[in-house]
């Protein structure tokens, strides 16, 4: 290597020296400036591999911040296939509130409506109706409404009777075809928008109610007068559509109610029928009415009767202490009898209480089903006596336009229920009217004081 190459290398390396100690000045002096005091290398190296606190994770929204949305579930049967129906046929059903009692021209309040296209669904078809929990939350039911409609808005198919949903298992719905020459004959619009429950009308009940029997102090009672579908025996759904309620507080019979209810034109057809009773403080029915009271429009002023349940119990007022003082008593002179006289006559033995000459009932049964038309109670009341038991009183209730559970009487003024004797047992039993058995007690029940509740078994013939 020459000594030109060498000098050369030599300048090479003290200009790269130099080079460097011109940039640590260099950077020292931007060090002491205001702009770049604030920051330092260890600022730089935590923007460069991003030093510092973890991000924080996004706060969980409440689902139900926003309101909260109830699932109405149904189910939609109709014996026409998917070839009978027309192409551009949709299922329409609706859930409505119903209206409050007691206010005029109330309407129903629709609540959620599904609609959905029928092409390629047969049934039975499981939907869902979505409805304001901070309504349904407040309501006793539900009632539902559904239809099949075409292109043009005809009905093709219908729901008879409206439905209802109280929180538990889906109602099934039965759709059956629209006759559309039988809407023409009775003048009833096809047009949906004309069945809408603001063209629904009003009228009103009135009515007196009176007491079979005396009548005891109503202190806390009510009064409840209820207008429903005619529903079947032994059934737990019905459908209210007016009611009213007074309290007795310091009334006399008669009592006379009045309220308003909301026609439907379609369901003109469905029979309703008056239930009225008279509850206590408690909630406890005292007085009911025999049978339900058909309704025949608004134009009957209904007189309707009660009986009462069971043996009425009234509660004596305390006596108040007696503050005056008592009169001196002054000895009676004794009597000497001779021996001669006649011994004194025996007191008279105290008679027996009154046996009642009524026997009060209630059947419970779920006919979930429904029963005949012709179906019957039959109540009797049974002594045991060897291997075959003596029959002492039987009533027959008959079950057409019946609902719910079902109270009876049996007339006991000729039948000895003397305490000495065996207890007799109630057996009940409802069949058709050819005398199949559809329900009855097995062994029968004991019979006790007041009213007499019997559970009724499902016979393998319903």
């Known amino acids: 290597m020459g000594l030109k190459t060498i000098k050369w290398h030599k300048t090479i390396k003290w200009q790269a020296l130099i080079a460097l100690l011109s940039a640590l000045v260099f950077w020292a002096a931007l060090s ?10 260890g600022d730089i190296i935590e923007d460069i591999f991003k030093i510092g606190e973890a991000p924080k994770p996004e706060e969980e929204t409440d689902p139900y911040r926003f309101g909260r949305i109830d699932h109405i579930p149904v ?16 299922l329409i059903v609706s859930a ?9 021209r109330a309407n129903p309040l629709l609540l959620g409506e599904t609609r959905l296209l029928l092409s390629g669904l047969s049934s039975p078809l499981q939907i869902i109706i979505a409805a304001p929990s901070a309504i349904t939350q407040e309501l006793a039911y539900v009632r539902l409404e559904a239809r099949v ?8 198919l219908s729901l008879k009777t ?10 099934i719905l039965e759709l059956t075809p629209t006759d559309a020459s039988s809407a023409l004959e009775t003048g009833l619009p096809s047009d949906p928008a004309a069945n809408s429950p603001e063209n629904f009308e009003v009228e009103t009940v009135r009515g007196k109610v009176r007491l079979n029997g005396k009548a005891p102090k109503f202190k806390g009672s009510n009064l409840v007068v209820r207008l429903t579908e005619d529903g079947l025996a032994g059934g737990n759904s019905q459908t209210v559509l007016g009611e009213a309620r007074q309290i007795l507080d310091g009334k006399t019979t008669p009592f006379s109610f009045e309220f308003d209810r909301v026609i439907d034109p379609v369901r003109t057809g469905m029979p309703l029928a008056l239930e009225v009773w008279i509850e206590d403080w408690a909630g406890r029915k005292t007085h009911v009415t025999p049978a339900p009271t058909p309704y025949t429009g608004p134009k009957t002023r209904y007189r309707i009767r009660l009986d009462a349940i069971g043996p009425q119990v009234r509660s004596k007022m305390p006596k108040l202490p007696n503050t005056k003082r008592p009169k001196a008593k002054t000895p009676k002179p004794k009597i000497i009898v001779p021996e001669t006289a006649k011994p004194p006559k025996p007191k008279p033995k105290a008679k027996p209480s009154p046996q009642p000459t009524f026997i009060s009932g209630r059947a419970k049964f779920n006919a979930f089903k429904g029963l005949p038309k012709g179906s019957v109670l039959i109540a009797t009341l049974e002594r045991s006596r060897g291997k075959r038991p003596v029959i002492l009183a039987r009533t027959r209730l008959p079950l057409d336009g019946l609902s719910g559970h079902i109270d009876f009487r049996i007339n006991t003024k000729k039948v000895n229920l003397s305490p000495n004797r065996k207890t007799p047992v109630l057996r009940v039993r409802i069949q058709d009217k050819n005398g199949k058995l559809f329900f009855s007690n097995p062994g029968g029940t004991r019979l006790v004081q007041g009213l007499n509740t019997v559970t009724l078994k499902t016979s393998p013939h319903y």
């Open 149 to 156: 409609v075409d292109g043009k808005q005809n009905t093709v």
């Open 32 to 41: 002491n400036t205001p702009a770049y005091a604030q920051q330092d290398i």
């Open 162 to 171: 409206p439905a209802a949903y109280k929180g538990y298992d889906a109602p």
């Open 75 to 90: 189910e939609i049967r109709h014996e026409m296939g998917e070839d009978e129906l027309p192409v551009d046929a949709v």
């Open 96 to 104: 409505y509130a119903p209206p409050p009692p007691n206010v005029r």
